[in-house]
C-alpha cells in the first residue's frame, strides 16, 4: 500500500510540474503581490516591517487558494478520480497523497522564495527565520483544510467561488498565529507557543482532513 502511495505523490507531483500551472500560478502570484505592496504603501522601512508579517501570510492563503480546486478536479475531469476511488487504496490515504502533492508544488515553492522577498520588506534576520519555521509547520493545514472545500465542490460549475468562501475562515487562526510568531520573533521575545499552536493545528487537520475530504468526495461522487 505505502508503495501505491509514493507512486500517486510522484504522479500528482510529475503532471504539476509538467504542466508548470500549478507551480507557476501561485508562485507568480505569491511573488507579484509582495513586490507590488511597497508601491503601494509607500517606501517607508519601519512601516515596511511593521505590516510585512501580515502581508506575507495573507499573499501565502491566497496564492494556495489559487490551486486548491485543481487538488481534485483534473482527475474527476478525465474519469481518472473514479478508479482511484474505488482502487486499493483507501479515500482517506488518496487524499493524504493529494495534499501531500499539493504542497509540495503549491506550497513549498512560496516557502522557498519568502525569505527573499521578506528583505524586500525591511524583516530582520530573527523575523525572516521565524516566518520560514512558521510556514513550514502551519502550511500544511492548507492544504489539508483546503482538500476538504475541493472535495466538496469538485465538479461544481464555479466551484473556486465557493470553495474559496469555505475555506477562508478556516484559514484564520493559522494566519493569526503564523503573523503572531514572527511579530514576537522581530520584538526579541519567545516564538515557542506560537509555533507550538501552528503544530497543534496541523497535527488536528492531519488527522481530520483527510476523513472529512473523504466523506466529502463520497458525497460529491455519490
Known sequence: MMARFFQ??????????????????????????IVLFPLGVGP???VLARIGPGVLWVAALLACLLTLDRMFQADFEDGALDLLMIGPLPVEILV???????????????IVVAPVLALSLNLPGDGIFAL?????????TLSLIGAVGAALTVGMRRGGVLLSLLVLPLYIPVLIFG???VDAAIAQLSVA???????????????????AAAAGLRLSLS
Not at 504522479?11 to 500551472?21: E, K, W
Not at 520560514?132 to 500544511?140: C, M, N, R, V
Not at 507557543?193 to 476523513?211: A, D, E, K, R, Y
Open 96 to 110: 493524504l497523497a493529494k495534499v501531500i502533492a499539493h504542497w509540495l508544488t503549491s506550497i513549498l515553492p512560496l
Open 193 to 211: 507557543p506560537h509555533l507550538l499552536l501552528l503544530g497543534g493545528i496541523s497535527l488536528g487537520s492531519l488527522v481530520l482532513g483527510p476523513l
Open 179 to 181: 503573523v503572531a510568531a
Open 132 to 140: 520560514t519555521l512558521a510556514l513550514l509547520i502551519g502550511t500544511p
Open 44 to 46: 517607508e522601512l519601519s
Open 8 to 33: 500517486l505523490i510522484r504522479r500528482d507531483v510529475m503532471l504539476a510540474f509538467r504542466q508548470g500551472s500549478a507551480v507557476t500560478l501561485s508562485l507568480s502570484f505569491f511573488v507579484i503581490v
